[in-house]
């Protein structure tokens, strides 16, 4: 399982990072994304990260604003979020795959952490 941490509440412009680790220590090769689910919305792609971690992509909503990286000593992911805006607010979830690749569908993903939620107040 996956644990996901770092949201909160954030002025509009503000900035804020999460992190997504593994419950244990895992021994192989995956990829992780990030996803967000707002009030009423289905679920949406937000950012991905390959293995070890060469290749991004972001959704354009976020292209400029939202930088994904990885430290795969520590096993974790880390999507650092600037530029906040209320249209960003919205519950954030980590999931990872036993692929190299990063995928932009959530059905391409095998382990869902829990969920942080994420207020931007304008």
């Known amino acids: 399982q996956l644990q996901a941490s770092g949201g909160g509440l954030v002025q509009a412009g503000g900035s804020l990072r999460l992190s997504c680790a593994p419950s244990?220590?895992?021994?192989?090769?995956?990829?992780a994304g990030w996803f967000r689910q707002a009030p009423g919305k289905e679920r949406e792609f937000v950012a991905a990260i390959s293995w070890p971690g060469r290749t991004t992509y972001y959704a354009d909503p976020v292209k400029g604003r939202f930088t994904i990286s990885r430290d795969n000593a520590k096993d974790t992911v880390y999507p650092q979020m600037t530029s906040l805006k209320p249209e960003d607010t919205a519950v954030y979830y980590c999931?990872?795959?036993?692929?190299?690749?990063?995928?932009?569908?959530?059905?391409?993903?095998?382990?869902w952490g829990q969920g942080t939620q994420v207020t931007v107040s304008s």
């Open positions: 999931a990872a795959r036993g692929y190299t690749t990063a995928s932009y569908s959530p059905d391409d993903y095998d382990f």
């Open positions: 244990g220590r895992t021994s192989s090769s995956y990829a």
